[in-house]
């Protein structure tokens, strides 16, 4: 879906509830992303983990490379087509199949747990850095199936490494109508945060990399009372969120290590009723 159709974008969005796929950067830079990712895994900080488990929540408050993917033009202007100008980032994280790796992702809906005021108006990005195949396990998304309202979920420990609570859908109507979210690398795609959506493992001997950032706009508020967000583009006229000050200047930024650990207490309050634990 290239940048003269996005003026579309909204309609197939609001029947489906994804739209794919949206170029918003060259592979070139998609390529220096995961380099830029990848090189954090192998140096000091990475202990040899992958990255997706390295500050899982929010990576866009201490990474450079987080902070400049969430306020990527391309993304943005493809986000804007569907939430409008003011945006702001309520949670990213990085989603990486490694090589053979048989986890599947159970049906979920991101938005279950996310006690926002208004689910109409938020959308979850997928920005892909590498290629992502049927066969290397990527998302698949049940058209639709956004207009339904949110399903409950069962939770258990088998789902604990992708969903903190381990929530899933067990058999979600419509699975059979499942659709690929087949991407290359610098291609994403949108979901409503009610669309239901899981993945199979990866099949094959490369890595799959993607990362997902969740956006909003100001006027949605937290009904838990309290937890914060960014600001990436346009105004806050309601202030409705615990401003995020941390704009990282280097790949890992001590200097907003404690704003991190604030945000991320306030998250974890919200969402379990008690802070993150601390290391």
Known sequence: MHSEERKTLSEPFAASGHAFPIDVMSEADAASFRARIEALEAGPIGYGLPAQKLYRFKPYLIFKWAAELVRHPGVLRAVEEIIGP??????????????????????????FHMDLSDNDQAVRAWVALTQTSIANGTMNVIPGSHLGGFISHAEDDA???????????????????AVPVV?????????????????????????????AITYIP????????????????????????????AVPQREYDQECVDIHRQSMDIRFAAYHGSVMPHA
């Open 183 to 211: 991407l290359s690398p610098g291609q994403m795609s949108l979901h409503h945060i009610r669309t239901i959506h899981g993945s199979p493992g990866n099949t094959t001997a490369q890595r799959r990399m993607t990362v």
């Open 159 to 177: 789902s604990k490494h992708i969903a903190l609570r381990g929530e899933h859908i067990a058999e979600p109507e419509g699975a059979d109508s």
């Open 86 to 111: 003011d945006i702001m980032v309520w949670a990213s994280g990085l989603f990486i199949k490694e090589p053979n790796d048989p986890t599947v992702i159970r049906w979920h809906q991101d938005g």
């Open 218 to 245: 100001p006027h949605i508020q937290p009904r838990s009372g309290r937890d914060t967000a960014t600001l990436v583009q346009g105004v806050d006229r309601h202030g409705h969120w615990v401003e995020e000050p």
